[in-house]
């Protein structure tokens, strides 16, 4: 009687392969069908496993012709085969010598030859196969350089679209403006649905934005795109002749002097000028070379004459009415920032106030939209332009227009309220019909109504922290031309408001399991409003943004690597990123980040306030007034040599001094200050109360009734506490 199979052995039955034996130790494939089949990972040999990890391929493709020979190209040749290739040689020109007799000699040294070292772009393919995250994106490029796969991606629904469109306009290319009117209407049927649709590359075309193109538009930015050169020659020299200086700097081609200017730049020398301006005041301009043109503030007429896209400034007056009421495109103040602005300088004005925030934060919200627009319009015809050129069969030549990473625009503000404010003024500008996510935004941002602030306080505590203060907040905006995407992923937005906080939080620090700073690798334009509270805040997080700007990205994120402009490969992307720094006065640490970080070809301006009197004497109790001044040998060790003088000097005097013992305040503005000092008094047993910025509100109430009564002789009250609460 035959013994029966248990459950495990008839499972193990169902489930062998074909094709391969009982035991599993062999297989019934041919040695030449074994050879062709995929290699499992345990069977690789060592400089497979190794080829592997750093190409993302077994065989690289650059040394796939050489590879099975790469240990021929050394010979060592004797004097017997000198003597052999002579009398070859002396053959040959007799004509004598057949050239079949050294074919296997011959054949070396030509894979000898073709040999070459493997090109930078083919080691940075592999690193960012071996790295990124988007593994199949990077194969699906390779197997389209080969001809195995289409370009278009037909994963993508909405790139469909696109290509409908493309094709209308294919259909008629001398009436651009009736295809723009056409595509209006599928336009607005793609938007119901493009919410939930993020494409995967940063900087790739949104169909609902390919929509976005318009005949006045391209007067500024089709000088590279209106016609079609395969070379691309024609199209460097159009964008070198712009008049536009938005096309001449951002431009894959930068001219001869820009590395020149580098070397100037970091070798500090700059050539400095210094002018009185009737708007700016007191302005020192640092270029790289003699240039008066900074000086210059011409009138700005109209938006249209300093190539501010046309869907644009048709919508600056109603975003600007709340500043002006005249028939002017600009203040005076709006006018001359404006054009530094425009002319991609960086700029560091400490001359804001309560008067002049509004029209300083619409000046350059239409300075940044407008940026946003001219890059992304530029990207959307050159996509069409490689579209075309790929249906027709023709070589388009390189576009390098984008890169890494989609974001543009780096805006920092202290609190929520600020950013209400800004965003209401972008909705304003884009002229956008649909807002996603506004309702969203409001409540998140906006202050409930039974938080109401007390009217009671001063003028500028009421602008500073009327609404929604909090400060940790970070979020991504995507523009269309008919539609504006609040909340968007930052590899999908275009601008990106944030505290320093909010970024401090996900850039992290060294060591950090997560992080993420990749989004910061493409910025071109950085705007700090309201610079002055970061101070009462935490002056490091800015620091730390900062060096982390415009590095290499860790990580591919869907990027096109062939259309990355080549300063941004070669890491020069912070010597054309623009910098603008908008606070109420200047201090110690806007200096340093005036000198250690705007590194613009184009120069930066320094424009501080002028104080021709003095406020001192206008204090009004009769309060007797003292001032010490400390010599420090450096900048490093003078928050130590002040502590050593007030424990050493200053606190004995007022020990002994029976008038101030009984009521004296000491105002500390640095909070690490203020811990030492707590716990000088703390260990020597003084009577004194702390109150910091970090104490609960009883507690606060408690120490100040304490000193009022007298129970206490000193009350240490920092800067920050009198900024948030008085």
């Not at 494409?199 to 390919?210: S, T």
């Not at 509270?533 to 591919?556: A, K, R, S, V, Y």
Request: glycine share 4%; charged share 35%; net charge negative.
């Amino acid at each position: 009687m035959a013994k029966e199979r248990s459950a495990i052995s008839k499972s193990m039955s169902k489930k062998r392969v074909s094709g391969t034996h009982v035991s599993g130790l062999s297989s019934s494939k041919t040695a030449t069908k074994r050879k062709e089949a995929p290699v499992k990972y345990g069977k690789l040999s060592r400089k497979q496993k190794q080829d592997l990890e750093d190409y993302g391929e077994l065989v690289p493709k650059d040394f796939e012709e050489d590879e099975a020979d790469n240990t021929k190209r050394r010979r060592v040749v004797s004097e017997a085969d000198l003597d052999r290739e002579l009398d070859e040689e002396r053959r040959r020109a007799e004509g004598q010598f057949d050239d079949s007799e050294e074919d296997e000699d011959s054949d070396s040294e030509e894979e000898e030859e073709d040999w070459k070292k493997p090109s930078a772009y083919s080691l940075l393919m592999g690193s960012l196969k071996k790295n990124s995250k988007q593994k199949d994106f990077y194969k699906k490029i390779q197997r389209e350089q080969e001809g195995i796969e289409d370009v278009i991606e037909s994963a993508d629904e909405e790139l469909e679209d696109e290509e409908e469109e493309e094709e209308e306009e294919e259909i008629d290319e001398g009436a651009e403006q009736e295809l723009d009117d056409m595509s209006e209407g599928e336009e607005d049927d793609d938007e119901e649905n493009v919410e939930d649709a993020e494409p995967v590359d940063g900087d790739a075309a949104d169909p609902l934005e390919e929509d976005d193109e318009e005949e006045e538009e391209i007067v500024y930015v089709g000088s590279d795109v209106e016609e079609d050169d395969a070379s691309g020659i024609s199209q460097c020299t159009h964008i070198m002749e712009s008049d536009d200086l938005f096309e001449r700097r951002f431009a894959d081609q930068q001219p001869a002097s820009f590395d020149e200017k580098i070397s100037i730049i970091e070798q500090k020398k700059w050539v400095a000028h210094t002018f009185e301006d009737e708007i700016l005041k007191d302005v020192t301009a640092l270029t790289t070379t003699a240039d008066n043109t900074v000086k210059e503030m011409p009138k700005i007429e109209s938006l249209e004459n300093v190539h501010v896209k046309q869907r644009i400034a048709k919508c600056w007056p109603k975003a600007n009415k709340e500043v002006i009421k005249k028939t002017v495109t600009f203040t005076p103040l709006q006018d001359h920032l404006f054009t530094q602005m425009n002319n991609y300088r960086d700029m560091v004005f400490c001359n804001r106030s309560l008067s002049n925030a509004k029209e300083i934060r619409n000046a350059y919200a239409l300075h940044a939209l407008n940026h946003i627009t001219k890059t992304r319009d530029r990207v959307l015809k050159n996509n069409a332009k490689l579209s075309k050129a790929q249906k027709e069969g023709n070589d388009a030549g390189e576009m390098r227009d984008q890169g890494f990473t989609r974001p543009k625009v780096l805006i920092i503000l202290p609190f929520r309220n600020t950013v209400v404010d800004l965003v209401d003024t972008f909705i304003k500008l884009s002229g956008t019909e649909q807002h996603e996510n506004k309702n969203r935004f409001f409540e998140q941002f906006n202050l409930r109504e039974e938080e109401a602030i007390d009217t009671s306080k001063p003028a500028d505590y009421l602008q500073n922290f009327q609404g929604n203060i909090d400060d940790h907040f970070r979020l991504g905006i995507k523009f269309a031309k008919k539609s504006m995407k609040i909340y968007s992923d930052f590899y999908n937005a275009d601008v990106i408001i944030a505290s320093p906080l909010g970024l401090r939080t996900l850039i992290g620090s060294e060591g950090d399991k997560k992080r993420d700073f990749d989004f910061l690798s493409s910025i071109e334009l950085v705007i700090l409003d309201q610079t002055n509270h970061f101070l009462m805040q935490n002056w490091e997080h800015i620091d730390h943004i900062f060096q982390h700007l415009n590095l290499i990205p860790t990580d591919g994120h869907g990027c096109d690597i062939s259309r990355i402009k080549s300063w941004y490969l070669d890491g020069k992307a912070k010597y054309l990123r623009q910098t603008l720094v908008f606070a109420d006065f200047l201090t110690p640490e806007f200096n340093a980040l005036f000198n250690k970080y705007m590194k613009n070809v184009a120069g930066k301006l320094k424009i501080k306030r002028t104080y021709e009197e003095g406020s001192i004497l206008d204090v009004i109790p009769q309060v007797q007034q003292s001032f010490t001044r400390i010599d420090a040998p450096s900048l490093k060790t003078i928050n130590d040599v002040r502590y050593k003088y007030f424990i050493e000097k200053t606190l004995p005097t007022l020990r002994k001094s029976a008038i101030m013992q009984s009521h004296t305040l000491i105002f500390i503005p640095s909070y690490f200050d203020f811990v030492r000092v707590r716990n000088y008094f703390e260990d020597n047993k003084y009577s004194y109360e702390p109150c910091s910025e970090y104490a609960s509100g009883p507690a606060i109430t408690r120490s100040r009734a304490q000193f009022f009564h007298g129970r206490s002789n000193f009350l240490l009250y920092t800067e920050r506490l009198h900024f948030f609460r008085r």
